[in-house]
């Protein structure tokens, strides 16, 4: 395993994402227990010693499955993060009751790194909003040692971005983007990169797989453009070794969703191989191919919640993406005939609630009925 310098100590290279564990049936709340603790111990054994998970993974009960998963091992040999739920509007009052119930579900008496979740368009005037004493508690908590490094992690724009650092950036030690050879370009992520370096700030990553769409999802077409840059590396392989190559990331979250992802993850992090400028150029030229047909989903449910028809969104997305790479391909029909009615993309009522609380900044009404005539915008 790779490691790199942070502060006085050594953290793995990967760090385990614990928003997309294994689960049972299909049901994102019931995460596969026995799977999910083989796959912890399987990565301690080889290395990582990072774990990251949120108060609303898998429907709240990540904190407990990874409580309880890591509770086998010294506290001493690994590090636990999770995150303040600002996503949610009517969590901003309850930053102490949530901080002690998230000590409890995750069988610990302190966290090694602690973030404000998801700052974004939606939530930066409520996180700004000293009433609400979020950031004055988490550093009390930071004081008296039950945090032990505090960060963000950040969805929205650049400007966002910056004026949640204008007012806070003197308490914070790192900073979690949305980090990918799309993303470079896509989501502003070289720019944020370098606002993070105006304030001395080390760069977490999420989604370096884009959902695994970056991954073994790539459509063959861009698999074949990428492996011609290198060879003898996968396109997951090349993904991560884009992130190598960026001297400001000093921790990539894999988001393994079973044993075979984990491992293949692991075995590239045991070599560090950073691309060329050459290389970067061209993969960054195999993404400006790619924009033209993605729709940017990371299948994180923010969706799913705030949906009144209950709508399974990353899942509708996923099948518009497959329909929009293979025109009149049988995956996408045959997938989305097996759906109940209801579930289907006709249903959208268009409130765009969903649009209020996506990362992504995805217009999920228009794909919705996009989709549903037939997807041929």
């Known amino acids: 395993m790779i490691y790199r310098d942070f502060k006085d100590e050594k953290l793995s290279a990967l760090g385990m994402g614990c928003m997309r564990l294994p689960v049972i049936d299909g049901d994102d709340s019931k995460i596969d227990v026995e799977q999910t603790e083989e796959m912890v111990a399987y990565a301690m054994e080889h290395g990582i010693n990072y774990y990251d998970t949120a108060w609303g993974y898998h429907g709240g009960n990540s904190e407990l499955v990874i409580g309880e998963a890591l509770s086998k091992y010294p506290r001493e040999s690994f590090n636990l993060t999770t995150k303040f739920p600002g996503y949610d509007l009517k969590n901003m009052p309850k930053v102490v009751e949530i901080f002690e119930e998230q000590l409890s579900k995750l069988k610990v008496d302190y966290f090694d790194f602690y973030l404000i979740h998801n700052v974004c368009e939606l939530n930066i005037d409520e996180y700004l909003?000293?009433?609400?004493?979020?950031?004055?508690?988490?550093?009390?908590?930071?004081?008296?040692?039950?945090?032990?490094?505090?960060?963000?992690?950040?969805?929205?724009?650049?400007?966002?971005?910056?004026?949640?650092?204008?007012?806070?950036?003197?308490?914070?030690?790192?900073?979690?983007?949305?980090?990918?050879?799309?993303?470079?370009?896509?989501?502003?992520?070289?720019?944020?990169?370098?606002?993070?370096?105006?304030?001395?700030?080390?760069?977490?990553?999420?989604?370096?797989?884009?959902?695994?769409?970056?991954?073994?999802?790539?459509?063959?077409?861009?698999?074949?453009k990428i492996k011609a840059i290198r060879p003898d590396e996968t396109a997951t392989a090349m993904a991560f070794r884009f992130l190598q190559s960026i001297n400001e990331v000093k921790m990539v979250l894999t988001?393994?969703?079973?044993?075979?992802?984990?491992?293949?993850?692991?075995?590239?992090?045991?070599?560090?191989?950073?691309?060329?400028?050459?290389?970067?150029?061209?993969?960054?030229?195999?993404?400006?191919?790619?924009?033209?047909?993605?729709?940017?989903?990371?299948?994180?449910?923010?969706?799913?919640?705030?949906?009144?028809?209950?709508?399974?969104?990353?899942?509708?997305?996923?099948?518009?993406?497959?329909?929009?790479?293979?025109?009149?391909?049988?995956?996408?029909?045959?997938?989305?005939?097996?759906?109940?009615?209801?579930?289907?993309?006709?249903?959208?009522?268009?409130?765009?609630?969903?649009?209020?609380?996506?990362p992504q900044q995805i217009k999920i009404s228009e794909i919705m009925a996009d989709f549903a005539s037939g997807g041929k915008k």
């Open 255 to 358: 988001g393994a969703s079973n044993f075979d992802q984990l491992k293949e993850n692991i075995a590239i992090f045991e070599e560090d191989k950073p691309l060329t400028d050459g290389e970067k150029e061209q993969l960054i030229g195999v993404a400006s191919d790619m924009l033209s047909d993605i729709v940017p989903c990371t299948a994180c449910s923010y969706c799913v919640s705030h949906c009144p028809q209950e709508l399974p969104i990353p899942h509708l997305i996923g099948l518009y993406n497959e329909n929009k790479f293979t025109p009149g391909g049988f995956i996408a029909p045959m997938a989305l005939a097996a759906l109940p009615k209801e579930k289907r993309p006709r249903n959208c009522i268009g409130c765009r609630a969903c649009e209020a609380v996506c």
């Open 129 to 224: 909003n000293e009433e609400h004493g979020i950031y004055a508690h988490l550093m009390k908590q930071k004081e008296n040692g039950r945090i032990r490094h505090l960060g963000f992690s950040t969805h929205g724009s650049l400007e966002v971005m910056r004026r949640f650092l204008e007012k806070y950036g003197e308490g914070m030690e790192f900073c979690q983007i949305q980090l990918n050879y799309v993303d470079w370009d896509f989501q502003d992520a070289k720019e944020k990169i370098e606002l993070c370096k105006e304030y001395g700030l080390p760069v977490w990553v999420m989604e370096p797989l884009r959902g695994g769409m970056l991954g073994d999802k790539l459509p063959d077409e861009y698999a074949e």
